[in-house]
């Protein structure tokens, strides 16, 4: 079985400040990772995937994340906010065989003040 | 946009009632998944459809069911419609069963009165 958990379900920075936004994830069998982003009104969009490749992931918007096995964790980071990117941010596990079938985390919404 | 369309964007209904709820995946995908994304629940994985044939089951009630149609589309039927049934249900596509991304639509926003 796969769970996530997100820590914090709010966050708040300054525009041009780092954000890191956490995710510790539990599997029972190597696991994929997902961080999608959802804004208001709208459906989740892919951020970026940890598939067993590289574990620094690159994906869109200046995000990135690592995978940590010895800390079962994905947070995901950017080094400077805009203020677009305030919305709210999933963290998302699945097994890398068989039925790929997501499990959220909670969800964190990220503020980001001017 | 990613290509998933879902309609209605809104639905008000009654409890008691039945509603049914469309998605076309994208291009090409032939898997579709269901999820309900609600404030005290989050985002929960209802069902998956693979080509037409049921794939694997979620936290799907009784109440609800699904089916994928020979073009692909699915459809999510939802009845004996409860207050707690309000949320956003959200259908999300795929390659195939095991392809790991899957792309969202923009949602269908169910209000139960």
């Known amino acids: 079985a796969q769970s996530v958990t997100q820590l914090g379900s709010h966050v708040s920075v300054s525009e041009g400040a780092l954000v890191l936004l956490r995710c510790n994830y539990s599997s029972s069998v190597p696991p994929y990772l997902f961080w999608y982003v959802q804004y208001p009104n709208q459906g989740l969009q892919l951020l970026l995937k940890?598939?067993?490749?590289?574990?620094l992931v690159k994906g869109i918007n200046g995000f990135e994340a690592e995978f940590k096995k010895s800390e079962t964790s994905f947070h995901l980071t950017k080094p400077s906010a805009h203020m677009s990117d305030a919305a709210e941010y999933f963290c998302a596990v699945s097994a890398n065989t068989g039925f790929q079938k997501l499990v959220f985390g909670t969800g964190t919404r990220l503020l980001v003040s001017p | 946009d990613s290509g998933v369309t879902q309609t209605p964007k809104h639905l008000i209904t009654a409890t008691g009632q039945r509603v049914t709820l469309r998605c076309s995946p994208r291009?090409?995908?032939?898997?579709v998944y269901w999820y309900q994304q609600s404030l005290d629940q989050g985002l929960q994985f209802l069902i998956q459809y693979y080509n037409g044939e049921e794939r694997a089951k979620g936290n799907i009630l009784e109440r609800f069911s699904a089916q994928q149609f020979p073009d692909l589309h699915s459809e999510l039927n939802l009845s004996s419609l409860e207050l707690g049934d309000s949320a956003l249900y959200f259908c999300?596509?795929?390659?195939?069963?095991?392809?790991?991304?899957?792309?969202f639509g923009p949602g269908t926003r169910l209000t139960v009165l």
């Open positions: 999300a596509s795929s390659v195939t069963s095991g392809q790991n991304e899957q792309f």
């Open positions: 291009s090409g995908d032939l898997s």
């Open positions: 940890y598939t067993s490749a590289a574990t």
